[in-house]
């Protein structure tokens, strides 16, 4: 048996009768009695001294440097939005309690839309399952492998909802109300993935490999939101975000009620609807932070808007084609599923929601920033129409298709 070097606990050979047992032990009691005062009972001693550990570890481990150490990564870059948002946890308390389902039976799962494998009918059901899905044209199966994929990505975007300041969970199970929101946020949007992914696989109609190659590559590519650990940025990028992905997953649903494929109308319902509420959780943050400190948010919120908002998938790849999400979302373009008309109505709805134009008590810099985020979505709106209706005039000279290894190289 090969054991790693540099592993922090020692192998200690321990003889029961003739038999040779390796057991695993550590070689102090706990790196805490060290720290401890080093006044220890006779009964209460270390197993080794302090001298002889750090031998063994090559580390300093005095209480001081130990602290200093704890406090250097407590210095926060953004100690005024941290205030902020610990000042209204209770309306986060209510978040986790009244918009998150709750967990376990009552809450609904990806079994309760897939094929019961346990049943004498599990054939037929399957069987029903495939039918209603041969119906659905290849444009649209790859803009739902293409939601999928981003669905998959998941343990990024916990990553990244961790590193907003004053949001995070440092222990995995920190009882904080932040905490219990992202992990309960996580919980429920982990469903998304997996049903998705089941209902694609039952359906027999992709090349699963590739789509989980996809995958892979995306998680370990990674996603940079320009959230910069700011939870003003994280919040209004994710009040965003959540909006957008409800409205591609409420499309996709239609469209396939429209080629026939119930089962996946209803899937696409649900998720949307998780989506729905999750978009108003985040919403309804930014509304407090606004409450509070409406300059600093205008600020952030008109800086995001003229960096744009970042898609999650953007760094997706099969391995083969490095303009995957381009090809992806021009597809989904194509369909109408979200669109550049979209994104300027999120914008919107996010100006009115927030009631931005009646905010009042501003500094003229953020009355400058007001003004310019109100005016922004018919602005943006006109300059979509724009584009879309050149991307209308040069597809009826263009009939230019793209292959994907999604559909076994199908183009579309």
């Given at each position: 048996?090969?054991?790693?070097?540099?592993?922090?606990?020692?192998?200690?050979?321990?003889?029961?009768?003739?038999?040779?047992?390796?057991?695993?032990s550590?070689?102090?009691?706990?790196?805490?009695?060290?720290?401890?005062?080093?006044h220890?009972?006779?009964t209460?001693?270390?197993?080794?001294?302090?001298?002889?550990?750090?031998e063994?570890?090559?580390?300093?481990?005095?209480?001081?440097?130990?602290?200093?150490?704890?406090?250097?990564?407590?210095n926060?870059?953004?100690?005024?939005?941290?205030?902020?948002?610990?000042?209204?946890?209770h309306?986060?308390?209510?978040?986790?309690d009244?918009?998150?389902?709750?967990?376990?039976?009552?809450?609904?799962?990806?079994?309760?839309?897939?094929?019961?494998?346990?049943?004498?009918?599990?054939?037929?059901?399957?069987?029903?399952?495939?039918?209603?899905?041969?119906?659905?044209?290849?444009?649209?199966?790859?803009?739902?492998?293409?939601?999928?994929?981003?669905e998959?990505?998941?343990?990024?975007?916990?990553t990244?909802?961790?590193t907003?300041?004053?949001?995070?969970d440092?222990?995995?199970?920190?009882?904080?109300?932040?905490?219990?929101w992202?992990r309960?946020?996580?919980?429920?949007?982990?469903?998304h993935?997996?049903?998705?992914?089941?209902y694609l696989y039952?359906g027999g109609r992709?090349?699963?490999?590739?789509?989980?190659v996809?995958?892979q590559?995306?998680?370990?590519?990674?996603?940079d939101?320009?959230?910069?650990q700011?939870?003003?940025?994280?919040?209004?990028?994710?009040?965003?975000?959540?909006?957008?992905?409800?409205?591609?997953?409420?499309n996709?649903?239609?469209?396939?009620g429209?080629?026939?494929?119930?089962?996946?109308?209803k899937?696409?319902?649900?998720?949307?609807?998780?989506?729905?509420?999750?978009?108003?959780?985040?919403?309804?943050f930014?509304?407090?932070?606004?409450k509070?400190?409406?300059?600093?948010?205008?600020?952030?919120?008109?800086?995001?808007?003229?960096?744009?908002?970042?898609?999650?998938?953007e760094l997706?790849?099969?391995?083969?084609?490095?303009?995957?999400?381009?090809?992806?979302?021009?597809?989904?373009?194509?369909?109408?599923?979200?669109?550049a008309?979209?994104?300027?109505?999120?914008?919107?709805?996010?100006?009115?929601?927030?009631?931005?134009?009646n905010?009042?008590?501003?500094?003229?810099?953020?009355?400058?920033?007001?003004?310019?985020?109100c005016?922004?979505?018919?602005?943006?709106?006109?300059?979509?129409?724009?584009?879309?209706n050149?991307?209308?005039k040069?597809?009826?000279d263009?009939i230019?298709?793209?292959?994907?290894?999604?559909?076994?190289?199908?183009?579309?």
């Open positions: 048996m090969r054991f790693p070097m540099g592993t922090k606990a020692v192998l200690l050979i321990t003889t029961v009768g003739t038999a040779g047992a390796f057991q695993c550590s070689f102090m009691k706990t790196q805490s009695s060290v720290r401890r005062s080093q220890h009972s006779a209460d001693s270390p197993i080794a001294t302090k001298k002889e550990y750090d063994v570890l090559g580390s300093d481990f005095e209480v001081e440097t130990v602290e200093k150490r704890k406090e250097k990564r407590r926060l870059l953004y100690p005024k939005h941290v205030e902020v948002i610990e000042d209204f946890s309306v986060v308390e209510r978040m986790v009244g918009v998150l389902l709750e967990t376990g039976e009552k809450s609904w799962q990806p079994q309760d839309f897939l094929p019961d494998l346990t049943k004498e009918n599990w054939v037929e059901e399957i069987k029903d399952l495939r039918e209603q899905a041969s119906q659905i044209p290849d444009e649209l199966l790859i803009v739902l492998v293409g939601d999928m994929v981003t998959e990505a998941l343990p990024t975007y916990q990244l909802l961790n907003f300041e004053g949001c995070d440092p222990t995995g199970t920190t009882d904080s109300a932040w905490a219990r992202s309960g946020w996580t919980s429920e949007e982990n469903r993935g997996d049903l998705l992914n089941k039952l992709c090349d699963m490999r590739s789509i989980e996809t995958i590559h995306l998680i370990t590519n990674g996603f939101p320009g959230a910069e700011d939870p003003y940025r994280g919040f209004v990028y994710t009040s965003f975000q959540e909006r957008a992905t409800k409205i591609s997953h409420g996709v649903g239609k469209l396939a429209q080629n026939g494929d119930t089962n996946l109308q899937i696409c319902a649900k998720i949307a609807g998780d989506e729905g509420r999750h978009e108003r959780a985040y919403q309804t930014v509304k407090e932070i606004l509070r400190d409406p300059d600093g948010l205008l600020e952030v919120f008109g800086e995001m808007m003229r960096e744009s908002i970042s898609m999650p998938a997706m790849t099969d391995g083969e084609d490095e303009n995957l999400y381009d090809s992806f979302s021009a597809v989904a373009q194509k369909l109408g599923v979200y669109t008309i979209d994104y300027a109505d999120i914008i919107d709805h996010l100006v009115k929601t927030w009631d931005l134009a905010l009042s008590g501003l500094s003229a810099e953020a009355e400058q920033e007001r003004d310019y985020l005016r922004l979505p018919g602005r943006y709106r006109k300059l979509a129409e724009r584009s879309m050149r991307a209308r040069a597809a009826k263009d230019a298709t793209h292959s994907f290894n999604w559909i076994y190289g199908r183009a579309v």
